[in-house]
């Protein structure tokens, strides 16, 4: 009986699955959105691309977007990224970003966590939920009174109501920002995690602290999270432990190590950069607290005018006028050797994935920031807030309340707009920095934690996710085809440039990266939902 014939024959790559250990030369063939055939014989075809001298691998899997839209996801196809999920924040109502997802159309496959902020902002503050569910609403209300602080017994539970809701409508999870509720108290955290030990689904945790100062420290709160999945059997992920953690990386992943090989369901992500990114009016940026960090003022990036911060008293105007705007945070200085050092100790902790933290593009530069009314902001003196050219910053011509000026979602990406460089080159740099010039991690190590093992981690409550992170028969066909020779990052915290090198990458079958360029036509992403099989 003859074969089948493939839509689709990749021949002549090095092909890599991580999970069987395959590492050679096959025709890999995909019908309908499937991989139908591995082997050394190309089956018969519509269509044969010869990918000679170049590695087959399965598509990237980052559980840490937030860089939700199209153009967002654009830069992180060309990355690599076939999966691009927003996991750490989350949002709610989570049926209304699915539904406004699927309808607009995204070059990757998308998907959402339950947002633990969200539901506080909502619960203690009255901020309304849209009904498309913003992904705005946590920066944009940053400067209200109650969501970071204790809530009593009844509120907790509307809470938790709210996410469990969430959860049934397909949240992958509970996105769980403590770390910029630091007041919240620990009780509420352990009663969310029991729920989601409950329903099946992992929490996604940025964790309380994020210092070496007693008391409140990095371990402290790792330590809180390893707790929580000890009480209460819940699986509890930790996002990026590199910058969390900091300069106590070796207490934090000793601790962890052990807890895992008790069998506490604790996972870990990192990213390859020395700086990380946030909103200016985080908790932890406080001027009275900074120093716990162990930076200053002069370590932060603000995106919107492109200043690094002079002061404390700068940095005091920044949050009270624009709490939501970004800021990068540099953490550890990457030209520096012993920094540099803690960095890569982030990677030596088994099983941590690649996940890129990825944050929107906003506009820099000194271009205005666009909220209601046109007016300038004003510092609290009364005088208009400026940036460091002496322009004022505006208060946003048509978006409710304060915050960044998202860039227009077009590609290519219009010129001035800033994000961290992790948005678009932390696979490509991940492979030319830790495994061609550091030799920290093997091509195969590094192509597993970028894959197969973001799949792995979310296995038990999304049973699809077994279909991906492969390259065998009945898989998905969400693939990448690279050069590992030549794949790079160009992004710098001052350019948004995107990766090069990945020759193809296809979701679903389908060319969103062909021959290295863009296909702008391309949309076909699918919703990621808990329970999906």
Known sequence: ??????????TGARVIDPETGLDGVRAVGLTGGTITSVGAVAPPAREVWDVTGQVL????????????????????????????LELEAGVLPVAGAYARAEAEGRPVNFGFSASWTDARMHVLDGVPLDADGSLDLFATHQSLPNWRGPAGDRDVARVLDLLEGAVADGALGIGVLVGYAPDSGRAEYFRLAGLAARLGVPTFTHTRYISTAEPGTSLEGALEVIAAAAGTGAHMHMCHVNSTSTRMIDEVAGAIDTAR??????????????????????????????????????QLTYLPTGERVADAARLAELRAADPGGDVVVHFLDEDDPADLAVLERSFTLPDTAIATDAMPLVASGGMPL??????????SGGMPLVASGGMPLVASGGEPGPGDAAGPDEWPPAPGLLTHPR?????????????????????????????????????????????????????????????????TDHATYTRVVP??????VLVGGTPVVRDGELQLSALPGRPVRSGDR
């Open 1 to 10: 009986m003859p074969a089948p014939v493939a839509d689709l024959v990749l």
């Open 57 to 84: 691998a399965p598509g990237f899997i980052d559980l840490h977007s937030h860089a939700q839209s199209t153009t967002g996801l654009r830069l992180q196809a060309l990355d690599g990224v076939t999966t691009a």
């Open 261 to 298: 090989r008790r069998g506490v369901r604790v996972s870990t992500e990192a990213y390859p950069y020395g700086a990380g990114a946030t909103v200016i009016g985080a908790a932890f940026l406080a001027p009275e607290v900074l120093s716990r960090l162990g930076i200053g003022p002069q």
């Open 370 to 379: 666009v909220a209601s009314g046109g007016m300038p902001l004003v510092a």
């Open 423 to 487: 948005s678009a080159g932390s696979y490509a740099r991940t492979l030319r920095w830790l495994v061609r010039e550091r030799g920290l991690l093997t091509l195969t190590e590094a192509l597993r934690r970028s894959s197969l093992l973001p799949a792995q981690l979310l296995e038990d409550a999304v049973p699809a996710m077994r279909r991906k992170g492969r390259v065998q028969v009945g898989a998905d066909a969400d693939l990448v085809v690279l050069d590992p020779d030549t794949v």
């Open 499 to 504: 990766s090069t090198g990945f020759r193809h």
